[in-house]
């Protein structure tokens, strides 16, 4: 069966899911490390013309370099519009002492509101006396603005990654860069949505250096004076936009039809803000590894990679019911996870993770898919040492069974068959709390442009090779693995505050 064939029964499906676009493989630009993605990132910003908007969870409040970079393009492009959305919780958590609110404030003072909107989201699920006395770094549990897009002009770079000098450095992450104004114009109407949900950061003179303030030209009332309209406000906003028979898709890349040999759905999962909830990434994915578990994908292969491993109990239960050859898991080891010896609670969080990870090889063994689904743990030195990183990847790619391209009467393109037809990139962390708490942005991918295909294959690899092995059960049942109770209490307090692993 030809490729198109084989992906018919994924896209078919999707089309009712989620709004899409059509494209040239060559549009997406793979990207490979944290250092490509911040050069790429800024260079980027140097070169706009016309608008830079970026959506993030934090900009971290030491990141000068990169306000810098801001200033130099805002300077010499009069034209140059600036336009930011972080998370409120997370944005404000270091006030009044430097925040990221308060690095970003001094853009507006020099630029002017005109040119340069700040806004930060804060979730409808934290009012009143639970606001009052949840302790700050507890807070998050209750939902936070997840959505990394950072835009330029007609070009978007969706991933996993803040902006922080770790995500530039050595934390792991994945970038793709889609150069089409298409897509890049969905997702600027996506933040722009948002936004007018969210709090306007405006300079102050007081000890924080900004105040947060609601526009009376906002889409809905404050989500902490009246959580309840404020929800019904943004379904109404949000629904139609994110609609695959509403959504306002535009027409301006100019790839003849036949060139086009690339689809790319626009998913968001934005389910505190929507009742009732018509997010489009669990939909989808669930419908991608459903269909994956039909007679005729037996000999496909699938590998999904999360830092913080602790994947929605309905897809684990998907990934082992797929009719896949292969299966693999790619996750951070204890000394990859950002966590790693913190002080705190904070500090039980890498062994809370074992505990998660044992307990998925626990069930891949009473599905008796031992010989066909391995965990990986990636490690790359130790986090707090010199040359140690972290591991903050997130996405899921599926290679088909072998297929025959109408174009290919040798054999010469087999090795092809290696290499995934299908991708996820985004914010996502795949998670319960991610189906229910944060607000988050993804595309997935499906592709028959053999030279797309190639690039996922080796982004695949080096995030496989040579920094991951396997780890299977009885390595997590030695004495240095096992975990405590203290771990296992940490785990149940997390659960308990509303945040979800």
Not at 359 to 369: A, D, I, N, P, S
Not at 451 to 461: D, I, K, M, T, Y
Not at 468 to 492: F, H, N, Q
Request: proline share 7%; hydrophobic share 35%; net charge neutral.
């Amino acid at each position: 069966m030809s490729t198109a064939g084989m992906l018919a029964p994924f896209t078919g499906e999707l089309d009712r899911i989620a709004p899409s676009f059509r494209i040239n493989g060559s549009q997406i630009r793979v990207l490979q490390s944290p250092a490509e993605f911040y050069e790429t990132l800024k260079a980027k910003i140097l070169a706009a013309e016309r608008r830079i908007f970026l959506s993030t969870l934090y900009i971290g409040k030491s990141e000068t370099e990169l306000i810098a970079t801001l200033q130099q393009a805002l300077r010499a492009k009069p034209d140059l519009k600036l336009s930011i959305l972080t998370d409120a919780l997370r944005g404000t958590r270091e006030a009044p002492n430097p925040s990221c609110a308060s690095l970003l404030a001094p853009l507006v003072e020099e630029f002017g509101p005109d040119r340069v909107e700040i806004r930060m989201y804060h979730t409808p699920n934290l009012t009143g006396l639970r606001k009052k006395y949840v302790p700050r770094r507890i807070n998050e549990g209750w939902g936070l603005q997840h959505m990394k897009l950072y835009g330029f002009d007609e070009e978007i770079i969706l991933s996993g990654a803040n902006l922080s000098t770790d995500y530039f450095t050595n934390r792991q992450d994945r970038y793709h860069l889609f150069s089409s104004k298409d897509v890049t114009e969905y997702f600027a109407n996506i933040q722009g949505a948002v936004s007018s949900l969210s709090f306007l950061v405006q300079p102050s003179k007081s000890q924080a250096g900004f105040e947060l303030v609601w526009p009376d030209d906002n889409s809905g009332p404050s989500p902490l004076e009246n959580p309840r309209q404020f929800i019904q406000e943004s379904t109404a906003l949000l629904s139609g936009l994110i609609s695959p028979r509403t959504a306002p898709l535009t027409a301006h890349d100019a790839t003849p039809p036949e060139k086009r040999d690339t689809s790319v759905y626009l998913l968001a999962q934005f389910s505190q803000l929507l009742s009732p909830d018509t997010s489009t990434e669990l939909p989808a994915v669930t419908h991608v590894l459903k269909t994956l578990s039909l007679p005729q994908y037996a000999g496909s292969s699938w590998t999904f990679t999360a830092g913080y491993f602790n994947p929605a109990p309905s897809l684990t239960r998907l990934l082992l019911s797929t009719a896949s050859r292969r299966g693999t898991v790619i996750t951070a080891s204890p000394e990859a996870n950002g966590f790693y010896k913190s002080p705190g609670v904070s500090g039980l969080l890498p062994d809370a993770y074992t505990l998660l990870a044992r307990r998925f090889l626990r069930t891949v063994h009473h599905h008796g898919r031992d010989t066909v689904v391995a965990l990986r743990e990636w490690r790359r030195g130790t986090v707090g040492q010199p040359g140690g990183w972290t591991y903050h990847a997130k996405g899921l790619w599926v290679t088909l069974p072998n297929v025959t391209s109408p174009n290919d009467n040798n054999t010469e393109k087999q090795d092809s068959n290696d290499n995934p037809s299908i991708t996820l990139i985004g914010s996502s962390n795949y998670t319960k709390r991610s189906y229910s708490l944060d607000l988050e942005a993804n595309a997935l991918i499906v592709t028959e442009n053999e030279e797309l295909r190639r690039r996922l294959g080796e982004e695949q690899r080096w995030l496989m090779e040579p920094h991951s092995a396997v780890v299977t059960r009885d390595d997590l049942a030695r004495p240095e693995r096992r975990v405590g109770l203290k771990v296992r209490v940490a785990m149940w307090i997390v659960q308990l505050l509303g945040g979800a692993l």
